[in-house]
């Protein structure tokens, strides 16, 4: 069973880089059966899709955010990480990294808050 | 992409039968996905490819999907079974993903 594990700071200034790492144990990210994906949930509210990345490198974003976002994958420490560049605080939300099967998120990671904010 | 549209809310007395609706065009030629989130959790799979329980899911929870509306069904419904409840589909035209808006089921 895979386990995922997210990282980094919970507070970005406005107007900056939020950067986050989701860390994969219990099986290779090279997998040719996963993608990895970042999810969002700003307080009170829904999920929202921001990406995914296949272990190869090609990548999907949310049309919304795609002028915003990079999700890059480093299969040498089976991780993949998500920038959001120009943050506000509309960006605050719970960061959720997830492996993408066939269409379906069936493992997630804990959650982390991102909270912007001077 | 697809539009994926919930109730916001569902309330039901326990015992009874709840019904969570995701509207979509079409959306029965996909593959709906279904999850469960409490308070402070992540979300967990519930119900994949329309109608099938990952392990460990109980028999409560099932799924149907046809013409313009998956429906998730929860069935002799427990206290336990309050929480946010979220469709999601893949478009394999665009590999973008889509959740519907979230249902918050209340056991009254």
């Known amino acids: 069973q895979k386990q995922l594990q997210e990282s980094g700071p919970g507070l970005v200034k406005p107007s900056e880089t939020l950067s986050l790492t989701c860390t994969v144990s219990g099986g290779s990210i090279s997998s040719s059966s996963y993608y990895w994906g970042w999810i969002r949930q700003p307080p009170g509210k829904g999920l929202e899709w921001i990406g995914s990345i296949y272990y190869s490198g090609s990548t999907y974003y949310n049309p919304s955010l795609k002028s915003r976002v990079t999700i890059s994958v480093d299969t040498s420490k089976n991780q993949f990480s998500l920038t959001l560049s120009s943050v506000t605080g509309a960006d605050t939300a719970v960061y959720y990294c997830?492996?993408?099967?066939?269409?379906?998120?069936?493992?997630w990671g804990p959650g982390t808050l991102v909270t912007v904010s001077s | 992409s697809s539009v994926l549209t919930q109730p916001p809310s569902v309330s039901v007395a326990p015992g009874k039968t709840a019904r969570i609706t995701c509207g979509g065009n079409?959306?029965?030629?996909?593959?709906v996905h279904w999850y469960q989130q409490k308070p402070g959790q992540a979300p967990v799979l519930l119900i994949s490819?329309?109608?099938d329980r990952p392990s460990g899911i109980p028999e409560r929870f099932s799924g149907s999907n046809s013409g313009n509306t998956a429906t998730l069904t929860i069935s002799r419904v427990e206290a336990g079974d309050e929480a946010d409840y979220y469709c999601?589909?893949?478009?394999?035209?665009?590999?973008?993903?889509?959740f519907g808006g979230g249902t918050k089921l209340t056991v009254l």
């Open positions: 079409n959306i029965g030629s996909k593959s």
């Open positions: 999601q589909v893949w478009d394999n035209i665009s590999d973008h993903v889509v």
């Open positions: 490819y329309d109608s």
């Open positions: 997830a492996s993408l099967f066939s269409g379906h998120y069936r493992y």
